[in-house]
């Protein structure tokens, strides 16, 4: 007779992104909690860092009446932390923990690390510490739960870990609390990323890579090997997509036995009437910028289009964007003129003071339908950045003598902070804006999953992305076919050599996308949203339910076998 499959009683999760928006893994743990707490209401606690230090988070409601009586109990265990609420749908328990303290016994703790798993964290540099340090933080607040509230009140208890990050403290919550199973989740294996990042082949040769010598001649040796281990020691190994599970099996030596694709919820996209006044309202402060940077009006046929993500100039295939955007100057099939937008964090200054001081005079009202009719002194720009003159976007721009001028089809404007409405020129958050755009392009070189294609199709934004997307195969896979941009997603193939192909691609799609009728175009929106539809949380979260199931049998042999 078959054993009925275990499900959790209680799930912790652990990430730098709790409660601190930085990039992807934010917006997986964020958007999925609505799912998690119809699942388990209250019984899913988010663990992040409390990196704040006295400041207000808009993103974290603190209640001192959460946890309460276990609150007392971990500041006399020596624990710092706060208790409250992530301030996203379903409103998850969160625990931020102070981890600075744990700096003095770092050495310590690398040391027990090398006796449980060989890490040598001699090799670390930059972050390790400080992800390390709050990893064992983090731990130990799932300790002091899991003995102080759960282990008399509940048998199924599971962790999981997002990212090498969280992984010390998987492998401490495994030795010290085996009653707890383990999940570790890679979102971009470290090695992985490093030789994409560093111009290095990395699809045609990924069979021929050993990660670990590569991680030493990247200089990436101590987070390859954290991850490495991890991925061998904890319950249940996940990453987000099929890319990504071929670069786990042959960087790290361990395949995934479930995948964890990234799904979206709709409660964050408007509806109805809440849509089309939030889209021209985006559209309308679009333009405006546009106009106050170039002295140039910009009519509503105007096409936007937009990149966005990390900072990750090759990778994100940010390069080639800028390059198909070049060759769109001269594109005779181009039917309308194009505002593309650049939206990826850089070592962002302050605002322009000659553009804020243009967008006051159109807040206060003293100017109407873009009125500028001369351009700012480098008019592809909306803030000051530290690192201008080696910056790679302005830097491209200025070899390819790309400036906005009147007669140019095509203009580049470069959106180099987070969008989260305290820019001090958009004054909107990234979705607010990214519900503006015609078309999104995400042409990426490494990208384990894409959460900006995913979050543009749910917005009504049909968009490009690449088959090294794990959302691009995602989407051919429902398609059956090779997906075109009336099927909401123009899928391009892209491999480690064909750079000029993919610039031309994105050049012709948008020069087709620029000529659809009204109708067409609003096929292609539809058609976009109904596909993002398809990647909605209550249809994902079966991936999560079965890595529980394993994790919890892997939890029960272990403990079984002693």
């Given at each position: ?45 988010f663990?992040?860092p409390?990196?704040w ?10 209640d001192r ?19 409250g609420?992530?301030?996203i ?26 006796e ?11 972050d ?14 799932v ?8 282990k ?18 998987a ?16 979102h971009?294996?470290t ?8 111009n ?30 991890t991925?061998?020691r ?19 030596d ?49 096409l ?40 990826v ?8 003071n000659d ?8 807040d ?41 001028r ?116 609003e096929?292609?929106r ?16 079966k ?9 919890l ?10």
């Amino acid at each position: 007779m078959t054993k009925a499959k275990k499900t959790p009683d209680f799930i912790f999760e652990s990430s730098w992104e709790v409660c601190n928006k930085i990039g992807g893994i934010y917006t997986v743990l964020s958007t999925r909690a609505k799912t998690m707490q119809d699942m388990l209401e209250d019984r899913v606690v988010f663990i992040g860092p409390d990196v704040w230090d006295g400041k207000d988070n808009p993103l974290f409601r603190e209640d001192r009446n959460i946890l309460k009586s276990w609150t007392a109990k971990a500041r006399k265990e020596g624990l710092e932390v706060r208790t409250g609420r992530w301030n996203i749908p379903g409103e998850p328990i969160v625990v931020l923990v102070d981890f600075r303290k744990y700096f003095e016994k770092r050495n310590e703790l690398y040391g027990e690390l090398w006796e449980i798993a060989g890490v040598d964290s001699t090799k670390g540099y930059g972050d390790y510490d400080e992800a390390n340090m709050f990893s064992y933080a983090a731990a130990l607040v799932v300790e002091s739960i899991y003995r102080n509230v759960l282990k008399k009140k509940y048998a199924n208890v599971v962790y999981q870990v997002h990212e090498w990050m969280c992984c010390l403290g998987a492998m401490f919550i495994k030795k010290y609390v085996p009653e707890i199973a383990t999940i570790f989740t890679t979102h971009a294996t470290t090695i992985g990323r490093s030789i994409a990042g560093n111009n290095k082949p990395l699809y045609d040769y990924l069979w021929a890579y050993n990660g670990t010598q590569m991680s030493q001649e990247l200089n990436v040796e101590a987070k390859h090997n954290m991850e490495r281990e991890t991925a061998h020691r904890v319950d249940c190994f996940t990453t987000v997509s099929s890319v990504t599970e071929r670069e786990c099996e042959e960087l790290l030596d361990m395949k995934c036995p479930v995948i964890l694709p990234n799904g979206f919820e709709a409660d964050f996209v408007p509806k109805g009437a809440a849509f089309a006044s939030t889209r021209a309202a985006a559209r309308k402060r679009i333009f405006d910028v546009a106009n106050a940077l170039t002295g140039q009006k910009f009519d509503d046929d105007t096409l936007v289009v937009a990149t966005s993500g990390r900072y990750e100039f090759r990778n994100k295939g940010i390069d080639v964007f800028l390059e198909a955007m070049n060759r769109s100057l001269r594109n005779d099939r181009l039917a309308k003129n194009v505002l593309a937008l650049v939206q990826v964090p850089a070592w962002v200054g302050e605002p322009r003071n000659d553009l804020s001081e243009r967008m006051a005079m159109i807040d206060k009202g003293g100017v109407e339908n873009q009125p500028f009719t001369e351009a700012l002194e480098c008019p592809v720009i909306t803030h000051n950045l530290h690192n201008m003159d080696n910056d790679s976007v302005t830097g491209m721009l200025k070899y390819f003598d790309m400036w906005n001028r009147p007669e140019d089809k095509v203009k580049v404007i470069f959106i180099p902070c987070y969008l989260d409405g305290r820019d001090g020129i958009f004054g909107r958050k990234y979705y607010d804006m990214l519900i503006g755009n015609d078309l999104s392009v995400y042409p990426s070189y490494y990208e384990p999953w894409g959460y900006t294609p995913l979050e543009s199709v749910a917005f009504h934004v049909p968009c490009v992305t690449t088959t090294l997307s794990g959302f691009g195969m995602w989407a051919n896979s429902v398609k059956g076919d090779g997906c075109n941009i009336m099927d909401g997603v123009e899928v391009i193939t892209r491999t480690d050599y064909n750079y000029s192909e993919v610039a031309d691609r994105i050049k012709d799609c948008v020069a087709k996308y620029s000529a659809l009728s009204a109708e067409d175009v609003e096929k292609a929106r539809k058609a976009a949203n109904m596909l993002s539809r398809k990647a909605l949380w209550k249809n994902f979260i079966k991936y999560y339910v079965k890595a529980y199931e394993i994790a919890l049998a892997a939890r029960d042999k272990r403990l079984n076998s002693k």
